[in-house]
């Protein structure tokens, strides 16, 4: 049933932990328009939220590969204890997981996770983490989802993971990281879970290694420079590691791709000798601040890339897929849409 479905969710971000917000209750609705397009929409009392779903059908031999995004996932939100009514930004994070999707949050003082559910397409709130977090690194795979590292709600920097089953709708403690970090990435590839870079320690330095969490053993395994960072005198010239995304990392078919957002590149990490390998461009008109506004993942044998140029408070949000499969990167336009949001965060659902 959820074959062939994918989301992308954007929102107004804020990387600290520490701001107060409100997410009032949700009414949902459905509207179907041209193209096989629909519209969703998140309304509350002092703003509008919107979710755009967009399916593209291209046929590809005797294939026909469908993607589903949404783009522009549009959180307003409002504090009622501000007397001003001034409308603040926060965190949020999106995983999807099964049927589900779940939105992590924060609501005055405590952090909160509201979840979507594809199967009865309503929006509902109320579980919780053992060790409630953000900016964590998270993956799904099938029912189950594995959140580790990321920061508490005052700052510090863990490195304890925790697994979601979203069938029964529990959280369990795994043991945790050699390393504490946040702001880092994490996928699933060859059946084992894999968080990559971010910052770790007091000084908040850059990580270049990554950590593997076994399933079967319940272990974790450094690996050294597995983050697709430059080093040297290539990261003399970039910004300071808080001002920059998290990994853009994807799998597909059991590889492992990044994006490099200063180069304009597509890498390949090479599992055998441990190294990332460059193998063409990212698409063109794919602009990001230091990665932010960029979305790279992967949708059954496609990498996906979404993003777009931006000039003078306008700009386009643009859905750009490649079969690694069949050669270096060659891009295919998707879809195109007008949006003044500027997207950084995704969620791929049922490739």
Known sequence: MLEDRACLVSRDYSRTCDREGNWPCMNYRLEKSEVQQSKRRLEETNGGEEVIVRKVSKRSGNQIDTALSVGGFLMSFSSQSDQSNRQRREDKESLAVGTELLVFGKALMSHVIYRYSLLTNTWTSGMSMNSPRCLFGSASLGEIAILAGGCDSHGNILSSAE???????????????????????????????????????????????????????????????????????????????????????????????????????????????????????????????????????????????????????????????WVPSEGPPQWDLLGRKRSGSFVYNCAVMGC
């Open 163 to 321: 697994l979601y089953n979203s069938e029964e709708g529990t959280w369990m403690t795994l043991p945790s990281m050699k390393k504490p970090r946040k702001m880092c990435s994490g996928v699933f590839m060859d059946g084992n879970f894999y968080v990559i870079g971010g910052i770790g320690g007091a000084d908040g330095k850059l990580l270049t290694c990554a950590e593997e969490y076994n399933l079967e053993t319940q272990t974790w395994t450094e690996i050294p420079n597995m983050s697709p960072v430059r080093t040297g005198a290539a990261r003399d010239n970039e910004p300071p590691a808080a001002s920059e995304a998290p990994p853009l990392i994807a799998v597909v078919n059991n590889q492992l791709y990044a994006a490099d957002y200063a180069d304009m590149e597509v890498r390949k990490y090479d599992k055998d000798n441990r190294v990332w390998v460059t193998v063409g461009r990212l698409p063109e008109r794919a602009d990001s601040m230091y990665g932010w506004g960029l979305a790279f993942r992967g949708c059954g044998d496609r990498l996906i890339v979404i993003g777009g140029p931006r000039n003078a408070g306008e700009g386009f949000i643009e859905v750009n897929s």
